[in-house]
C-alpha cells in the first residue's frame, strides 16, 4: 500500500513535467498512429523503390482506363488537316446503332452552332451570338475531315475532342455524313 502512494506520487509528477514543461512543443503520443500515417505519403520520400521516392510513374507501355486507341497522328496545322482529309478513314461499319448515338451527341455538342439539319443556322447563330458558320453542304467534307475539326476545332470552332470519346467522334462523324447527303 505504501508503495502504490509512491507510484501514484511519482506518476502524478512525472506527468505534471512532461505535459506541463513546454506547451510549444508535442509531448508523449499514447498512440501515434492516430497521428502520424502508417502509409507513406504522396510525395514523401521511401526507401522501398530506388529512387527514393514514393510517387511512381505508370508502367512503361501501359495504356490508361479508355485511352485504347492510339495517339491521334495528325498535326493541329493546315498541313495535318489535308492529310487527315485525304488518308484518315473511319473505323466504324455504319449502323442505326451508330447514328442513333451520333445523332444524340451531335443534338448535345453540335447543333447549337451547326443546327438539327446541318443548315448552319444553330440557336447561337439565330441570336447572333455566333457567326461564321456554314452550311454542311457548302464544304467538302471526308469522315477524315471531320474527325479532324473534332480534334482540334477549324476557325472561330473550338476542339471538342474533350467532350467526346473516340467512337464518339466518329460516330458524329458518320451522323454529319448523313445529315449532308440528306440535305
Ligand atoms: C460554337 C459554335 C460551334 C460548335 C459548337 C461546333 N462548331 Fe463546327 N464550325 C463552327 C464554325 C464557326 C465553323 C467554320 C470554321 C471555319 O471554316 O473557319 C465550323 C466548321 C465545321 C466543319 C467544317 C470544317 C471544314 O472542313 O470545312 C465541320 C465538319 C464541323 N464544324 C463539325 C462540327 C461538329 C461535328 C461539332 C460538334 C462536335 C461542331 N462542329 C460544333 C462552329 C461550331
Given at each position: 500500500?505504501?508503495?502504490?502512494?509512491?507510484i501514484?506520487?511519482?506518476?502524478?509528477?512525472?506527468?505534471?513535467?512532461?505535459?506541463?514543461?513546454?506547451?510549444?512543443?508535442?509531448?508523449?503520443?499514447?498512440?501515434?498512429?492516430?497521428?502520424?500515417?502508417?502509409?507513406?505519403?504522396?510525395?514523401?520520400?521511401?526507401?522501398?523503390?530506388?529512387?527514393?521516392?514514393?510517387?511512381?510513374?505508370p508502367?512503361?507501355?501501359?495504356?490508361?482506363?479508355?485511352?485504347?486507341?492510339?495517339?491521334?497522328?495528325?498535326?493541329?496545322?493546315?498541313a495535318?488537316?489535308?492529310?487527315?482529309?485525304?488518308?484518315?478513314?473511319?473505323?466504324?461499319?455504319?449502323?442505326?446503332?451508330?447514328?442513333?448515338?451520333?445523332?444524340?451527341?451531335?443534338?448535345?455538342?453540335?447543333?447549337?452552332?451547326?443546327?438539327?439539319?446541318?443548315?448552319?443556322?444553330?440557336?447561337?447563330?439565330?441570336?447572333?451570338?455566333?457567326?461564321g458558320?456554314?452550311?454542311?453542304k457548302?464544304?467538302?467534307?471526308?469522315?477524315?475531315?471531320?474527325?479532324?475539326v473534332?480534334?482540334?476545332?477549324?476557325?472561330?470552332?473550338?476542339?471538342?475532342?474533350?467532350?467526346l470519346?473516340d467512337?464518339?467522334?466518329?460516330?458524329?462523324?458518320?451522323?454529319?455524313?448523313?445529315?449532308k447527303?440528306?440535305?
Open positions: 500500500m505504501k508503495h502504490l502512494n509512491q501514484v506520487v511519482a506518476l502524478v509528477i512525472l506527468t505534471s513535467l512532461i505535459a506541463c514543461n513546454d506547451k510549444r512543443t508535442r509531448k508523449v503520443q499514447y498512440m501515434p498512429d492516430m497521428y502520424v500515417a502508417v502509409p507513406y505519403e504522396a510525395n514523401s520520400v521511401n526507401p522501398v523503390f530506388a529512387d527514393g521516392m514514393t510517387d511512381r510513374q508502367v512503361a507501355g501501359t495504356i490508361a482506363r479508355g485511352a485504347l486507341t492510339p495517339a491521334y497522328q495528325f498535326e493541329d496545322t493546315n495535318g488537316y489535308e492529310l487527315a482529309k485525304s488518308t484518315l478513314e473511319s473505323p466504324l461499319e455504319t449502323s442505326e446503332e451508330n447514328l442513333e448515338n451520333g445523332k444524340k451527341m451531335y443534338a448535345i455538342y453540335c447543333a447549337v452552332c451547326h443546327g438539327k439539319k446541318g443548315g448552319g443556322q444553330g440557336i447561337l447563330v439565330k441570336r447572333e451570338k455566333f457567326l458558320v456554314p452550311n454542311y457548302d464544304r467538302t467534307l471526308t469522315d477524315g475531315s471531320i474527325y479532324h473534332i480534334m482540334f476545332g477549324k476557325g472561330a470552332m473550338g476542339s471538342h475532342a474533350s467532350q470519346s467512337k464518339e467522334r466518329w460516330q458524329v462523324v458518320q451522323y454529319v455524313q448523313q445529315l447527303i440528306n440535305k
